[in-house]
């Protein structure tokens, strides 16, 4: 079954406004990524954390890695109309073998309106 | 750079018939390829993984008779879907990855079945 969770699924926000996506995994991870996909096109890399408590920065979006390396967030400040899209994060499992299979959780659909 | 292409774009075939999808790395070698399947306002979902020179390790629940994939080369992958069904409508996207972290994801190809 899923083992990384996306939450929330929808995200209707208000152009300005901060909104923040948790990815919770079942077990441990080795690292998470983050994509985004735009209407209409296909998933564009955005980060990755590796490290235990990491967290990143890409402008108006923070990446933070849990303790645990169990879950993970995006939050992104200010939201403007170009951030709209399904932001997925993606688990690679600490199970897994060399190949570096991930597994994505449902994504998070942004709405975002002026 | 990190470019990956994927041929056709969109097809649509006939109940019954074979379709072949090509996912080319642009401007890198690719030892390991990912093929995932996306239906509508859902996550991506792991088909199979694809390493040069050896057979794909297919994902619970794929049948791996039905989805041939070969991966002739350090840049070439393909997706073969026989005797198509109107359920294997569906939007399939690969993914390579070189030595480093990063997948880089094809622009996908959109399947109907008629």
């Known amino acids: 079954g899923q083992q990384v969770m996306q939450i929330p699924q929808y995200q209707h926000v208000q152009e300005g406004e901060d909104f923040t996506t948790y990815c919770n995994s079942s077990t441990t991870l080795s690292n998470i990524q983050w994509y985004k996909q735009r209407p209409g096109g296909h998933p ?16 108006r979006l923070t990446f933070q890695f849990g303790e645990a390396k169990k879950n993970s967030s995006l939050h992104i400040t200010a939201t403007q109309t170009t951030d709209v899209g399904t932001y997925f994060c993606a688990g690679q499992l600490m199970t897994t073998d060399s190949w570096g299979k991930f597994q994505f959780g449902a994504g998070t659909q942004v709405v975002v309106t002026p | 750079g990190a470019v990956v292409s994927q041929h056709p774009s969109w097809v649509i075939c006939k109940s019954g018939t074979s379709v072949k999808i090509e996912c080319r790395s642009l401007d890198f070698q690719a030892t390991t390829m990912f093929w995932y399947r996306q239906f509508p306002k859902q996550s991506l979902m792991l088909m199979a993984t694809s390493n040069e020179g050896s057979k794909a390790t297919y994902e619970q629940g794929v049948e791996k008779d039905k989805f041939l994939i070969n991966h002739a080369s350090l840049t070439l992958s393909t ?28 622009p996908g190809t959109r399947l109907t079945v008629t």
């Open chain 1, 44 to 59: 564009v890399f955005l980060i990755q954390l590796v490290k235990s408590g990491e967290v990143k920065k890409q402008k």
């Open chain 2, 79 to 106: 997706l073969t879907v026989t005797s198509a069904h109107p359920e294997d409508s569906s939007f399939y996207i690969c993914s390579a990855r070189p030595h480093g972290d990063e997948q880089y994801f094809g």
